[in-house]
């Protein structure tokens, strides 16, 4: 568990203690961590970044992240299709998995490994620059909108 978790969850222990139930249930919201990453369709082929620390702090610990990923626009209507995983990152020797067609694979290796992909969407270990595989060449991981549909993705990833 990160320092900000341990934190948070102190405070929100000290602060139910102290105040109502209903201040109590709004600390606890303070523990709760998630961030979003997009990748705007007029970006496609091209990877966003998401820095290997908010993989850890998110997914590094033993229950481990929710992914979920949405494809937004893809057909003109404006809906947006969506996929979730589990995730489990292993901050020691940089290993993951994902539940979503048991994916696995090791950061940062040289090789690109995809985590999840959700028809033009995809959660990757590897680096694209304009259409082009660079490869897994960072510690990094990255979103991508690729060449299925013309989507904007969105990654969120819960802890």
Request: glycine share 8%; with cysteine; net charge negative.
């Amino acid at each position: 568990m990160n320092q900000k978790k341990r934190v948070a969850i102190a405070v929100a222990v000290m602060m139910g203690s102290m105040l109502g139930i209903a201040e109590s249930a709004y600390a606890y919201e303070i523990a709760n961590e998630r961030t979003t990453v997009t990748a705007w369709a007029s970006g496609r082929g091209t990877s966003v970044d998401i820095p290997v620390t908010t993989v850890s702090d998110l997914c590094g610990d033993w229950d481990g992240c929710t992914l979920r990923m949405g494809m937004y626009n893809w057909d003109g209507t404006y809906r947006t299709a969506s996929r979730e995983s589990l995730f489990y990152y292993n901050t020691w020797n940089s290993t993951w998995r994902a539940s979503y067609a048991d994916a696995a694979g090791t950061n940062n290796n040289g090789v690109t490994e995809h985590v999840m992909n959700a028809w033009a969407c995809y959660f990757t270990d590897g680096w694209y620059i304009n259409w082009a595989n660079i490869g897994d060449i960072n510690p990094s991981f990255a979103l991508l909108s690729w060449n299925q549909y013309n989507a904007t993705c969105k990654l969120t990833i819960i802890d």
